[in-house]
């Protein structure tokens, strides 16, 4: 059984309290949790989606979160447990290029051959037809 100070039972009750109490606690470290992820990640896009599904999953489990202890690091698991799980999500289904006869890549190719042509008329309609 886990023992829960005065404030964490309070916040359980009062959603503003617990929202503020997030916003003050938290977020209050976002600027290293983006700099954490851009080491991670090495691109600013993944980073911010990576900070952003961090600060989601916090928000989530900040009632079992105890005061006391060092909020950084508890924030900082969760944003490198996310970035693992991401990681061997994309490990285990790598997106593969299209390929000739897929719907997709001809869709793609008539549109390269229709703006090589002319490159101001290409109609979303002649690339549809094209394609089938």
Avoid: C
């Amino acid at each position: 059984m886990t023992v829960q100070s005065p404030k964490a039972k309070s916040r359980k009750g009062n959603p503003r309290a617990f929202h503020k109490e997030f916003e003050e606690t938290a977020l209050a470290h976002l600027n290293a949790m983006y700099a954490l992820a851009m080491h991670l990640t090495h691109n600013k896009a993944d980073a911010e989606d990576l900070v952003q599904e961090t600060v989601i999953k916090a928000y989530r489990a900040f009632k079992n979160f105890e005061q006391g202890t060092h909020i950084k690091a508890w924030l900082f698991t969760i944003l490198r447990n996310t970035f693992i799980n991401e990681y061997r999500r994309r490990k285990k289904s790598p997106v593969q290029p299209a390929q000739e006869g897929d719907p997709e890549f001809s869709f793609y190719a008539t549109a390269f051959e229709q703006k090589q042509k002319n490159p101001d008329n290409v109609r979303i309609e002649d690339l549809q037809d094209a394609s089938k």
